[in-house]
């Protein structure tokens, strides 16, 4: 890794570190829901930038997470922290078996079909079948975890950091998952899938797997969320959620990992400041934001800044003698959603 | 039987409204290969001005036809503004701005007329016809008004000029072109004609769902399901699609899941039909070469 950026990645980790010490609970409470977004952004970009396959209905994997880690700690009487493997592997389990009709649905429809997924979402979770565990439209409130004893920390603190590691997990495992071989896989399957089934890309697999893992991420996001707002109720979890979470994807960035943190931090901070123009700013903004990076912005805030540093790069004359070849774009990656000519 | 009568005809009333949003999604997917997920906002938000011409005073036909062509307008800008310059860009790109517009809407109605639930008038008498038993007014008008609805249509589509070249800038852009037809024009014209189907069914539904910003959402799928089961590129395929699924939401509400499943069933039904007919029932079998 370049000096650079190793210090830019310390700087980052310990800016992270130090917020919480000094802010109050709350921001640092609506730091924690930021970081929550951001890994359920993760996995949506996991699935959606990287793939290519556009999922409308990331909401419903968040809802399973969030009500695993609910029904685990109010019923089962689990420690907090065990119920996000859980969470992780019920999301995979359940986004590995939507992977298959996924197999068959291609662009526009898979956007149907997991729309469709997203509308229904609170209704199954309001069903009276389910109500013996999901408490109906009532929801189930979660008491908040206690810090380890000895910390000299808040509980929203200690959530935070809590936050932070398993986020900074995450990320490490998206990055290795994403930069070799399965990576390129799954781009290849997202620019020309049947260019990459002749270089022998088991697509069937890729894509299930990938809708697993992607669903996986969301669902531990979602049993966060879960735990740090101590409440889950099935009218959290509408279609607006996802198209929350597809907000977060369009203006971090797609098929960026970094861009997944500043989409978190964009849908969690973002409203609260618009809200106090209107009930409604959040969502006009998010709107306009949405068909506006479309247009003049499609890779988002991480593309823009990439961007910004390679121009900066070429021209600072150190660097520019050994830059005389102009490489391909970074990583020899194809700039993600350029139009392809099938 | 009673009973059942009552949910079959009723069912037959609300996919009505259901063919009618199928339809709207059948004329933009017919133009330009999208599924427009603002279809059900933008109805809403045709429904809003109704209701607020009706709040001034006006009476209900001209409050509704008044809608009607605003929506057309609207329909046609927005395609002209909004929707062109990600013509051509990848899939995601043109669901991100179709989601963008769906957000748009509902925020905008609730920021200008706010969230709380109003009541919106029916043109149809209180009392239903003939003193039967077993359907309402305003249900049997909606079955009229959307067959109404489907002559005009057809008969648009097949019957005169700029219907046939509508037809044929969908069918064949670049041809379509080339004999001097404004490919552009013909769909906007199809977002426009989507829009007032779409005000209408926004109309013909608040009596029965209220007035309210989220009151599409459930209907609009139920729609696609309705096109998607009909076939989409047929609009009689739609409003049949649309009718049945009305009927099957019903019966199945009634007598198998509970109504508290409902939306449940439009989600399995669009699976199921994307998996095991993608073309619908009356839809053309699509074969693309690689």
Same mark, same amino acid.
């Given at each position: 890794?370049?000096?650079?950026?190793?210090?830019?990645?310390?700087?980052?980790?310990?800016?992270?570190?130090?917020?919480?010490?000094?802010?109050?609970?709350?921001?640092?409470?609506?730091?924690?829901?930021?970081?929550?977004?951001?890994?359920?952004?993760?996995?949506?970009?996991?699935?959606?930038?990287?793939? #290519?396959?556009?999922?409308?209905?990331?909401?419903?994997?968040?809802?399973?997470?969030?009500?695993?880690?609910?029904?685990?700690?109010?019923?089962?009487?689990?420690?907090?922290?065990?119920?996000?493997?859980?969470?992780?592997?019920?999301?995979?389990?359940?986004?590995?078996?939507?992977?298959?009709?996924?197999?068959?649905?291609?662009?526009?429809?898979?956007?149907?079909?997991?729309?469709?997924?997203?509308?229904?979402?609170?209704?199954?979770?309001?069903?009276?079948?389910?109500?013996?565990?999901?408490?109906?439209?009532?929801?189930?409130?979660?008491?908040?975890?206690?810090?380890?004893?000895?910390?000299?920390?808040?509980?929203?603190?200690?959530?935070?950091?809590?936050?932070?590691?398993?986020?900074?997990?995450?990320?490490?495992?998206?990055?290795?998952?994403?930069?070799?071989?399965?990576?390129?896989?799954?781009?290849?399957?997202?620019?020309?899938?049947?260019?990459?089934?002749?270089?022998?890309?088991?697509?069937?697999?890729?894509?299930?797997?990938?809708?697993?893992?992607?669903?996986?991420?969301?669902?531990?996001? #979602?049993?966060?969320?879960?735990?740090?707002?101590?409440?889950?109720?099935?009218?959290?979890?509408?279609?607006?959620?996802?198209?929350?979470?597809?907000?977060?994807?369009?203006?971090?960035?797609?098929?960026?990992?970094?861009?997944?943190?500043?989409? #978190?931090?964009?849908?969690?901070?973002?409203?609260?400041?618009?809200?106090?123009?209107?009930?409604?700013?959040?969502?006009?903004?998010? #709107?306009?934001?949405?068909?506006?990076?479309?247009?003049?912005?499609?890779?988002?805030?991480?593309?823009?800044?990439?961007?910004?540093?390679?121009?900066?790069?070429?021209?600072?004359?150190?660097?520019?003698?050994?830059?005389?070849?102009?490489?391909?774009?970074?990583?020899?990656?194809?700039?993600?959603?350029?139009?392809?000519?099938? | 039987?009673?009973?059942?009568?009552?949910?079959?005809?009723?069912?037959?009333?609300?996919?009505?409204?259901?063919?009618?949003?199928?339809?709207?999604?059948?004329?933009?997917?017919?133009?330009?290969?999208?599924?427009?997920?603002?279809?059900?906002?933008?109805?809403?938000?045709?429904?809003?001005?109704?209701?607020?011409?009706?709040?001034?005073?006006?009476?209900?036909?001209?409050?509704?036809?008044?809608?009607?062509?605003?929506?057309?307008?609207?329909?046609?800008?927005?395609?002209?503004?909004?929707?062109?310059?990600?013509?051509?860009?990848?899939?995601?790109?043109?669901?991100?701005?179709?989601?963008?517009?769906?957000?748009?809407?509902?925020?905008?109605?609730?920021?200008?007329?706010?969230?709380?639930?109003?009541?919106?008038?029916?043109?149809?008498?209180?009392?239903?016809?003939?003193?039967?038993?077993?359907?309402?007014?305003?249900?049997?008008?909606?079955?009229?008004?959307?067959?109404?609805?489907?002559?005009?249509?057809?008969?648009?589509?097949?019957?005169?000029?700029?219907?046939?070249?509508?037809?044929?800038?969908?069918?064949?852009?670049?041809?379509?072109?080339?004999?001097?037809?404004?490919?552009?024009?013909?769909?906007?014209?199809?977002?426009?004609?989507?829009?007032?189907?779409?005000?209408?069914?926004?109309?013909?539904?608040?009596?029965?769902?209220?007035?309210?910003?989220?009151?599409?959402?459930?209907?609009?799928?139920?729609?696609?399901?309705?096109?998607?089961?009909?076939?989409?590129?047929?609009?009689?395929?739609?409003?049949?699609?649309?009718?049945?699924?009305?009927?099957?939401?019903?019966?199945?509400?009634?007598?198998?899941?509970?109504?508290?499943?409902?939306?449940?069933?439009?989600?399995?039904?669009?699976?199921?039909?994307?998996?095991?007919?993608?073309?619908?029932?009356?839809?053309?079998?699509?074969?693309?070469?690689?």
């Amino acid at each position: 890794m370049p000096t650079g950026r190793a210090l830019a990645l310390a700087a980052v980790l310990i800016g992270a570190g130090a917020l919480p010490m000094l802010l109050g609970d709350y921001r640092t409470f609506q730091l924690t829901l930021a970081l929550v977004y951001a890994i359920a952004i993760l996995g949506l970009n996991i699935l959606t930038g990287y793939n #290519g396959q556009v999922s409308l209905g990331h909401g419903a994997f968040y809802a399973l997470g969030a009500y695993t880690a609910a029904i685990m700690i109010t019923q089962g009487g689990v420690a907090y922290y065990w119920t996000l493997p859980v969470a992780g592997a019920v999301g995979f389990g359940a986004g590995f078996l939507f992977g298959f009709p996924a197999l068959r649905l291609q662009g526009l429809y898979l956007a149907l079909a997991t729309f469709a997924l997203a509308v229904a979402t609170p209704q199954i979770l309001k069903s009276s079948h389910l109500a013996a565990w999901t408490g109906g439209v009532q929801g189930i409130v979660i008491l908040k975890p206690d810090p380890p004893a000895g910390l000299p920390l808040s509980a929203d603190q200690w959530l935070y950091y809590v936050t932070l590691a398993v986020l900074a997990v995450l990320l490490i495992g998206a990055w290795n998952l994403l930069r070799g071989r399965s990576g390129r896989a799954l781009e290849a399957i997202r620019d020309n899938p049947i260019a990459a089934a002749a270089m022998g890309i088991d697509l069937a697999l890729y894509k299930t797997l990938t809708f697993g893992i992607s669903a996986a991420y969301t669902s531990i996001a #979602g049993a966060l969320g879960a735990i740090v707002i101590q409440f889950v109720a099935p009218d959290s979890f509408t279609v607006f959620l996802s198209i929350t979470l597809l907000v977060g994807l369009v203006v971090g960035g797609l098929a960026s990992i970094p861009g997944a943190i500043f989409g #978190g931090l964009f849908v969690e901070l973002v409203p609260n400041l618009a809200e106090q123009i209107s009930k409604a700013a959040p969502w006009a903004i998010y #709107g306009a934001f949405l068909i506006a990076f479309m247009y003049v912005m499609p890779y988002g805030v991480w593309g823009l800044m990439r961007s910004l540093f390679q121009r900066l790069r070429r021209k600072s004359p150190a660097t520019s003698r050994l830059r005389q070849v102009p490489a391909p774009a970074k990583n020899g990656r194809s700039k993600p959603w350029e139009p392809s000519d099938h | 039987m009673d009973l059942f009568l009552q949910q079959f005809l009723s069912g037959v009333a609300i996919g009505g409204v259901y063919a009618l949003v199928a339809l709207a999604v059948v004329m933009i997917y017919q133009a330009s290969d999208h599924f427009n997920f603002a279809q059900g906002e933008m109805a809403m938000f045709s429904t809003y001005v109704a209701w607020w011409l009706i709040a001034a005073g006006w009476p209900y036909w001209a409050a509704f036809f008044a809608t009607l062509a605003i929506s057309f307008v609207g329909g046609v800008a927005l395609e002209r503004i909004v929707i062109r310059p990600v013509e051509q860009a990848p899939v995601l790109n043109q669901v991100v701005v179709f989601i963008g517009l769906l957000v748009i809407f509902n925020a905008l109605a609730g920021w200008l007329f706010d969230y709380t639930i109003k009541p919106f008038p029916s043109p149809f008498p209180e009392q239903p016809l003939f003193g039967n038993r077993y359907i309402g007014s305003h249900e049997l008008g909606v079955i009229a008004l959307t067959l109404v609805l489907l002559v005009l249509v057809f008969a648009f589509l097949r019957l005169t000029p700029t219907g046939l070249a509508m037809r044929a800038a969908a069918e064949n852009p670049t041809s379509a072109r080339l004999v001097g037809i404004r490919v552009g024009w013909m769909l906007a014209l199809g977002w426009g004609l989507a829009a007032a189907i779409g005000a209408v069914a926004g109309m013909m539904i608040a009596p029965i769902v209220f007035l309210e910003p989220n009151m599409m959402i459930g209907t609009l799928l139920y729609g696609f399901a309705g096109a998607l089961l009909g076939g989409l590129d047929s609009p009689a395929g739609a409003v049949l699609g649309g009718i049945l699924v009305g009927i099957a939401e019903n019966l199945l509400g009634t007598y198998v899941v509970g109504p508290e499943l409902k939306l449940t069933l439009a989600l399995v039904l669009i699976v199921l039909v994307l998996l095991l007919r993608p073309n619908g029932l009356f839809g053309r079998r699509i074969v693309r070469h690689v």
